[in-house]
């Protein structure tokens, strides 16, 4: 069986890093998968992200990450 998004979503696998990272991303840490609820912007180009689950993590500028990110149909 396969999941699907709701609301007629399309989940896309991409590459993040602290410049592209957007809020409702879902990463995936420790084989968890973490929501992105926000974002703030750090000295030195860095931005720590605030999860769901209240956990913080700090994306440096050359921190990469894989994220799925849904995008709506039109």
Do not use: N, Y
């Amino acid at each position: 069986m396969r999941w699907q998004p709701p609301g007629g979503a399309l989940a896309s696998h991409i590459e993040v890093t602290a410049t592209t990272v957007q809020r409702g991303d879902i990463i995936q840490l420790g084989g968890r998968a973490c929501c992105v609820k926000d974002l703030f912007q750090l000295r030195g180009g860095a931005k720590q992200l605030v999860f769901e689950s209240g956990e913080l993590l700090t994306m440096h500028t050359r921190t990469r990450l894989v994220a799925v990110r849904m995008t709506r149909r039109w």
